[in-house]
């Protein structure tokens, strides 16, 4: 298959808009569960006011927030696949600039130091593109994540060494999500990250955090660490918007990978209760739109 990029550059358009509009329906059902649980009266409200927040912003074709975060597209290409690499980079720009000058939405990109905002969702390697390969014949599959200012500011990332054992890693998660009380706009998704080199654990920990709710990490010993952390944060009583309660979070997201025998870095990042994404799937037969 040889991947059209008028296809790449409309999908990537319509991805951003998408993911900023349309709560994927694991969220939706995530957050549904939270409100049937909580125990708290004043989350119970909270809680409430979110599930409507997504009601009001499906039905009226609005934002479901007003931060459109910083755009990632991430992509999967499968076997048999012809592609130029910088016309496929172009094309991902384009579409993401057409979503910003055309829908509109409000650019939340700035250059770092001067802050000049282009007013295009687009500058000095953004958005950011990351590019992995699949086993699947004749598929490209892009998935959009607007990540916000509030759950992008709760990054964490700690070099720890193997003395720390496990019980290193969790309490630095824990000690993350304490940190990052409501700013995250919580009920969150915790991704953590452990193992690997330092950018390769932040990178864990952000796969991790927008993987679908349900999903378990494919290492027995990470889908255990999910289980225990996923229980331990939900009884910090930060709760929904950091206002108290049992709805902390979703779930907790673990990823991992081998690292160096004098090395266990771990890494959290975080989506808040919008936890935004959309994905196309582009094949010999068009474009397919979800989540």
Do not use: W
Not at 47 to 60: D, G, P, Q
Not at 164 to 177: C, L, P, T
Not at 204 to 223: F, I, T, Y
């Amino acid at each position: 298959m040889k991947l059209q990029m008028n296809l790449v550059e409309d999908a990537c358009k319509e991805l951003y808009i998408r993911a900023l509009k349309v709560l994927p329906d694991d969220i939706k059902a995530g957050i549904e569960k939270l409100d049937k649980s909580e125990t708290d009266k004043r989350a119970q409200v909270v809680l409430k006011t979110m599930i409507t927040n997504i009601s009001v912003a499906e039905r009226e074709d609005n934002l479901l927030c007003q931060d459109t975060g910083l755009p990632i597209y991430n992509v999967k290409i499968g076997r048999n696949v012809q592609f130029d690499g910088v016309d496929l980079k172009t094309a991902i720009r384009k579409g993401c600039e057409r979503a910003t000058t055309e829908h509109p939405l409000r650019s939340s990109v700035v250059h770092p130091i001067s802050r000049k905002n282009n007013h295009t969702s687009c500058g000095i390697d953004m958005p950011a593109i990351h590019i992995d390969f699949c086993d699947e014949a004749e598929t490209v599959e892009i998935e959009m994540v607007p990540k916000g200012s509030g759950s992008e500011n709760n990054s964490f990332l700690k070099m720890a060494i193997p003395a720390d054992g496990i019980s290193g890693v969790k309490a630095f998660v824990i000690e993350s999500v304490v940190s990052a009380g409501g700013k995250t706009c919580p009920p969150t998704i915790v991704g953590v990250g452990v193992g690997g080199t330092s950018d390769q654990c932040v990178a864990m920990a952000k796969r991790a955090a927008v993987r679908p709710l349900g999903s378990v990490c494919s290492d027995d010993e990470g889908a255990k660490l999910e289980k225990e952390l996923s229980v331990a944060v939900n009884k910090l009583g930060i709760g929904p918007q950091g206002l108290g309660g049992d709805s902390t979070a979703y779930a907790v997201h673990v990823e991992l990978a081998h690292t160096h025998i004098t090395l266990n870095p771990v890494a959290v990042n975080m989506q808040c209760h919008s936890a935004r994404r959309a994905r196309a799937t582009i094949t010999p037969a068009g474009v397919n739109f979800g989540f």
